[in-house]
């Protein structure tokens, strides 16, 4: 790489890191790279460190010694998170949204990458300091929550499939009950997806109940794998504590209200926010 200005070094060193999440990068990576002395470099990080962490874009650890380098975490503080979920709920009450049968429309808002970056970073930030090997989610629509958790994350993103592909290779799959209409589905995982005991964060777009992300559970459970957490953008809040058929999950976005009759929609920060 040709030789920079300081100036024009920094913009490059901070995208460098912007691309790679949580990847403990070397300073002689830098240093090669910008053909700069290791104390330049060291100064370089410092102004970045400062500024990501002033502007609440994550933090940039520093690790010492021969093995040592830089990593950084993307991190979203709890003031920006909740902002931040508040303007998501202002659109998520608009009446427009509701569909025949008391269906919310959503499918606009998940195929915003600008907002599911920012989801996917407070649900990262969520699951801090857990060690997760893999995001999971079933297709379709949360897929790109999903993806952008795991970019988050610097981890690989497995799919569930409702139907068998023969293009997956030999699957695991099994029946699940749907926790809000008590019927049976099927879902299924190839074998080469998941690696045995791996540690999985699953994501999803849309929780009522809980039947769907209970049976990704399940499935783990086929592979000896472990959930590392659960982690919804929006949760259904018109189902009752004993019907739930899971309680150990983050949400952004609690519905407490979708009412066809006078078109009105109520949403507000999910249990992830203090109450």
Not at 2 to 16: A, G, I, N
Not at 138 to 155: F, M, N, S
Not at 247 to 260: F, Q
């Amino acid at each position: 790489m040709k030789k920079l200005k300081r100036s024009q070094r920094l913009v490059d060193m901070t995208q460098f890191l912007l691309e790679k999440p949580h990847d403990l990068l070397p300073l002689s990576t830098f240093a090669e790279r910008y053909g700069a002395a290791k104390s330049s470099v060291s100064e370089d990080l410092a102004i970045i460190k400062e500024v990501f962490e002033g502007e609440g874009m994550g933090e940039l650890q520093t690790l010492a010694g021969a093995a040592g380098g830089v990593r950084y975490i993307p991190r979203m503080p709890m003031d920006m998170a909740l902002a931040f979920v508040n303007r998501l709920c202002g659109q998520l009450e608009q009446s427009d949204r509701i569909l025949p049968g008391g269906y919310l429309y959503m499918s606009d808002l998940l195929g915003l990458p600008s907002l599911m970056e920012q989801a996917g970073k407070i649900i990262a930030t969520a699951f801090y300091g857990v060690e997760i090997d893999v995001v999971m989610t079933v297709e379709t629509k949360g897929i790109p929550l999903a993806y952008a958790t795991a970019a988050q994350l610097g981890l690989p993103v497995v799919l569930v499939r409702r139907d068998h592909q023969v293009t997956e290779g030999s699957a695991v799959s099994i029946n699940y009950v749907s926790g809000s209409h008590k019927s049976i589905h099927t879902m299924s995982l190839s074998r080469r997806a998941l690696r045995e005991k791996s540690r999985v964060l699953i994501v999803d777009d849309f929780m009522k109940a809980g039947g769907t992300v209970r049976g990704m559970v399940d499935l783990l459970g086929e592979f000896n794998a472990e959930v590392a957490g659960v982690g919804v953008l929006v949760e259904s809040g018109a189902v009752e504590k004993e019907e739930r058929l899971l309680h150990d999950y983050v949400s952004l976005v609690k519905l407490t209200e979708v009412d066809s009759k006078v078109r009105r929609i109520s949403a507000y920060p999910g249990n992830y926010f203090p109450s």
